[in-house]
């Protein structure tokens, strides 16, 4: 990377939206989903001995699918390809797929494919996926809204791990509300937000459930409230 694409990948991460920017880079900082990921869970101890099997990651929008993709290829020291399900085709995949096949016999190293909305591909996208799952060639991480088992192929569906995930409670959402009020460089810390039990119960109860909507709609009131003579908003 050139000293001119880092400071262009710097300005783009420092306009994106709050909750991007907060978005963790490690398991430790991952809020939600324990009953999936936190310490002892299949899945967990399946992505710390390198032995990850293919999944399908089923939940509501903002529980933390894709930034599960991520941690996951980075825990596993796997290439990382993401495609959408709405906008990718079959000759997406194959390349992917050739690239992988070189990628692990040249180099060792595994490839994650991350299809996000996943039920968005038809039989014919999905198929052209399955020999490739079926002899390592990738690791297929699937993210879907929607029910796998009428929304996947049942063959693909047959060599993948379905994880079910939940909405965020009420607590889970507070302390993302808590970690972006914090920190002072990817949050919004240095704005020197003041939230109340009222102001913080709202906007808890703005994102119902949903990750990215609770920093997002913390940004906007931050950025909507003129500071004090202190600095303080």
Request: glycine share 6%.
């Amino acid at each position: 990377m050139t000293l001119f694409d880092h400071q262009s990948q710097r300005e783009l991460q420092s306009k994106a939206p709050l909750a991007a920017r907060m978005r963790p880079s490690t398991f430790d900082e991952f809020v939600g989903q324990q009953h999936i990921i936190g310490p002892d869970t299949v899945l967990r101890r399946s992505i710390e001995s390198d032995q990850l099997p293919s999944i399908i990651l089923w939940g509501p929008p903002g529980t933390g699918k894709t930034t599960l993709a991520n941690l996951i290829a980075t825990a596993t020291e796997s290439h990382f390809e993401r495609v959408s399900g709405v906008t990718s085709g079959v000759a997406d995949l194959r390349r992917i797929a050739g690239e992988a096949r070189e990628r692990l016999g040249m180099h060792s190293r595994s490839t994650v494919l991350f299809i996000d909305e996943i039920h968005r591909f038809n039989k014919a996208q999905q198929d052209v996926i399955l020999p490739f799952v079926e002899d390592g060639t990738l690791v297929l991480i699937g993210a879907t809204t929607e029910n796998p088992s009428f929304e996947v192929v049942s063959p693909l569906l047959s060599r993948t791990r379905v994880f079910a995930l939940q909405s965020l409670t009420d607590e889970e959402v507070g302390r993302i509300i808590a970690q972006a009020v914090a920190e002072p460089h990817r949050g919004v810390g240095h704005l020197q937000p003041r939230l109340d039990e009222d102001a913080t119960a709202l906007l808890v109860n703005l994102a119902n459930g949903d990750a990215r909507a609770a920093p997002n709609a913390l940004e906007l009131a931050t950025a909507a409230t003129n500071p004090d003579e202190e600095g303080n908003r």
